[in-house]
């Protein structure tokens, strides 16, 4: 949720944030309307129930030819805290509605527009001479590390499995990742997959993409789309000590995704798929910390995509594309030989106070006072950098290269057709 203060100091900037997201900026006086109602509300049975304390004692030193008139007095009042606490409930209700509503404010030097907009702020490496290139799929069924088939016939369409030296290429990659964000001073969490209801609401995710989200309706729980959203329930409730600086957390689990209203979009191969694996960074720490953290995020994701040495870009974000919790969001995309572009391979979200706020993490200021903090997560490796190793270090007799980084994990330099390990 966006912080009240903003919203009543300055409406002007909130309708800006959400023009940029292309979102309703009506939606910032609907807010405004319900906060003043629920003041007004909070307030006049603050006032009743104060009025019903002050008569209860009335009565209790009256005079017995007094107590009649008092006590019908008082069961006047009793009815009138009742209807004032029932309006009360209604207008909290309202609020909570319409202050969930409302995405994150947008960091300025955003670009705005839609998916199309971003801006390209760096590129890293040269996309190969590959002369007719082979796609990953093409790649892995020949080198046996991808088996879409099978996948299938267990699961349905957009499952899959990984074998052999598939299964050791990914494993290889995220024990890089985890090893990357040890380094960084990160605490390495293998976390659930499945969440409460509250977890999944308080990190932006039923809001605009509920349909993408897998929902166990007997036990009224979620499947995670992503590790963030477990990390951001880890301290829900609580008071976090960062006077030694910001939590950094590395979330290690499988994924899963409706992939709603993407048919006919990537169905080939594991680039969108229904369920993956990833290792994913998260960072709690003051407001003030967080673009600098934002930054240090995009310095491991750069250092991953080193190991893997693929030609890549770095992308900000436009307003349109970001999620609902995001204040400014980074992409990492990589060459994608056979599809002549770059695609996602990595994304990094500063969420300023949104899921914070929601989840009632805070920390204690200089003064010792409670104080919202902040939140960020950024991916470190996903199933998908499959797709970008194997594409970019396919060789002419149909064998891919192993990046050195990864060679002790799979346990050989070259992937060979007919050599399954």
């Known amino acids: 949720m966006i912080d009240l203060k903003v919203l009543r100091d300055d409406p002007d900037l909130v309708r800006a944030s959400q023009q940029a997201r292309g979102e309703d900026p009506g939606l910032v006086d609907v807010l405004i309307?319900?906060?003043?109602?629920?003041?007004k509300a909070v307030s006049a049975a603050?006032?009743?129930?104060?009025?019903?304390?002050?008569?209860?004692?009335?009565?209790?030193?009256?005079a017995p030819d007094q107590r009649p008139a008092l006590l019908a007095a008082a069961k006047e009042l009793a009815e009138q805290v009742r209807v004032a606490e029932a309006a009360q409930a209604r207008a909290e209700k309202s609020y909570s509605a319409a202050h969930m509503a409302i995405s994150n404010i947008v960091i300025a030097g955003v670009p705005a527009g839609g998916v199309d907009d971003f801006v390209v702020l760096d590129t890293v490496g040269e996309p190969p001479t590959i002369e007719d290139p082979s796609d990953h799929l093409e790649l892995g069924e020949s080198l046996g590390l991808i088996d879409m088939e099978r996948g299938a016939k267990v699961a349905g369409s957009r499952f899959y499995f990984l074998t052999g030296a598939g299964a050791l290429l990914q494993l290889g990659l995220f024990q890089l990742a985890v090893r990357v964000a040890l380094d960084n001073g990160c605490t390495l969490v293998i976390p659930p997959v499945l969440v409460r209801?509250?977890?999944?609401?308080?990190?932006?995710?039923?809001?605009?993409?509920?349909?993408?989200?897998?929902?166990v309706e007997g036990d009224d729980m979620y499947l995670v789309g992503t590790s963030e959203v477990p990390l951001a329930g880890l301290h829900a409730n609580e008071i976090l000590d960062l006077s030694s600086g910001p939590l950094r957390y590395a979330g290690w689990s499988s994924c899963f995704r409706r992939e709603a209203g993407s048919y006919g979009k990537d169905t080939r191969g594991i680039i969108r798929v229904h369920q993956f694996d990833?290792?994913?960074?998260?960072?709690?720490?003051?407001?003030?910390?967080?673009?600098?953290?934002?930054?240090?995020?995009?310095?491991?994701?750069?250092?991953?995509l080193a190991h893997i040495e693929v030609p890549y870009r770095v992308i900000d974000v436009a307003a349109g594309d970001l999620g609902s919790s995001a204040a400014r969001k980074f992409d990492c995309e990589a060459w994608v030989p056979t599809q002549g572009t770059y695609r996602e391979l990595t994304s990094t979200s500063n969420c300023t106070t949104f899921q914070a706020r929601r989840l009632a993490v805070r920390y204690r200021d200089?003064?010792?006072?409670?104080?919202?903090?902040?939140?960020?997560?950024?991916?470190?490796?996903?199933?998908?950098?499959?797709?970008?190793?194997?594409?970019?270090?396919?060789?002419p007799d149909g064998s891919v290269r192993v990046?050195?980084?990864?060679?002790?994990?799979?346990?050989?330099?070259?992937l060979e057709p007919g050599r399954k390990r």
């Open 278 to 304: 990833k290792v994913e960074g998260f960072v709690y720490c003051r407001p003030e910390e967080a673009e600098a953290e934002h930054q240090r995020l995009l310095t491991w994701q750069r250092e991953m």
């Open 403 to 414: 990046p050195k980084a990864l060679v002790p994990y799979v346990g050989a330099d070259v």
């Open 46 to 62: 603050d006032n009743l129930r104060a009025e019903q304390k002050a008569a209860s004692k009335l009565i209790g030193k009256a």
């Open 366 to 395: 200089d003064n010792g006072k409670p104080q919202t903090a902040a939140t960020l997560n950024g991916t470190l490796a996903t199933t998908r950098w499959l797709v970008a190793i194997l594409e970019n270090h396919q060789q």
């Open 33 to 39: 309307e319900a906060d003043t109602v629920r003041r």
């Open 197 to 215: 209801p509250e977890v999944m609401a308080g990190t932006g995710f039923l809001g605009a993409h509920a349909e993408e989200v897998y929902r």
